[in-house]
């Protein structure tokens, strides 16, 4: 590997949210990666860094130019450079649509267990939460969706928005082209507006491809908005950059009027060069960081198989994030997940936090160096069986 991603970085000192919030439990819980990103982007900051002037910024025509290279040259798919709208982030980007493409007391649709997040968006926002549960499958465990339940709920008169999740979090779900086919003929059918959360499209194992939602059909792109960004493929969180795109001029224009009317328009003056560099430089590291995400996927999968075969891991081929079946367990999740961060010192996210539908599932972060995954798997073993003895 030309990239170094068994190096652990000291995170001390630096007000990690993932690391500071553990106290003393190993975090592999919040979805932001323990890897230094790309070289190439280092460099670019610290260029720009050394100007020592960081006035305020604008987009140069690079920023469009790099979403669209990239998306069309890894996914396929032709971006025009007028849909895209620069969002300080996807999650501020969601709850502006929520509230300027919907009214309070309106519904929006999620479909559970789902991105915790995205109930706040709603919630917060003064509208209700409509929940189409995923059905839990066997053999493979997975979920599908109830398309059945999908469609007596966007039927609701109520119903003017949905939040897609694709791929899906927590599990990793890649949607295929039929699937989003039919959501979009649902949506369309009840003059729903699709919101597709796109965050994690980047981060699948090698051989296996998400597919953008706008992709599956002139229906989808006509009633859709995507959010898309580099911060979570190249671990920049903290740069506060996104971008929404949407083909339909008109829903194009609302979603930038709110987006702008709550200030969340303007880039910091970091967020242009990082994103130019990680789409026209990223792509070597990123090749070789999924590849290493997808071995920690399947050392932590033979793992439980070997040790904690009452764990059960469902099938996933995006996102760094493993979704654990611990119902062998315990039915509630929550109190496994609090013996494990009082007792084991392994601080993971509990099913529970993304919908009645994650009850009895434990949510974990695989994007660290293996020596941190090993040192976790061994604090899991050992909490989990101190649990059982209870």
Known sequence: MAYDFDKITDRSGTWSIKWDAAG??????VADMDFKTAPEIISAIQERAAHGIYGYTDLPDEWRSAYVNWWKDRHGLAIGPDWLVFASGVVPAISSMVRKLTTPGEKVLIQTPVYNI??????NN??????????????????????????????????????????????????????????????????????SD?????????????????????????????????????????????????????????????????????????APIATITAFEKGGPWLSELTAYISENRRTLEAFLEKDLPQIRLMEGHATYLGWLDVKMVSEDDRPLQKFLREEAKLFVSAGSA????????????????????????????TGVQAFEKQ
């Open 24 to 29: 003393k439990a190993l975090p592999m819980w």
């Open 118 to 123: 995205f109930y706040n968006c709603i919630l």
């Open 126 to 195: 003064g509208r209700e939460v409509l929940e189409s549960p995923l059905r839990l499958c066997e053999g493979p465990l997975r979920y599908e969706i109830d398309f059945e339940d999908l469609a007596e709920k966007l039927a609701d008169p109520q119903c003017s928005l949905m939040l897609l999740c694709n791929p899906q979090n927590p599990s990793g779900r890649i949607w295929t082209r039929e699937e989003l086919t039919r959501v979009a003929e649902l949506a369309a059918e009840n003059s729903v507006t699709v919101i």
């Open 198 to 270: 796109e965050i994690h499209c980047d981060l699948t194992d090698p051989g296996f491809e998400y597919v953008p939602f706008a992709s599956v059909s002139e229906t989808a792109r006509r009633i859709s908005a995507t959010c898309i960004a580099p911060t979570k493929t190249f671990n920049l969180a903290g740069l506060h950059s996104s971008a929404v795109f949407a083909e339909d001029r008109f829903l194009r224009h609302r979603i930038w009027r709110g987006i702008n009317t709550d200030d969340l328009g303007e880039p910091g003056c970091f």
């Open 354 to 381: 993304y919908g009645a539908a994650g009850r009895g599932f434990l949510r974990i972060n695989l994007a660290c160096p293996k020596g941190q995954l090993k040192e976790a798997l061994l604090r899991l073993k």
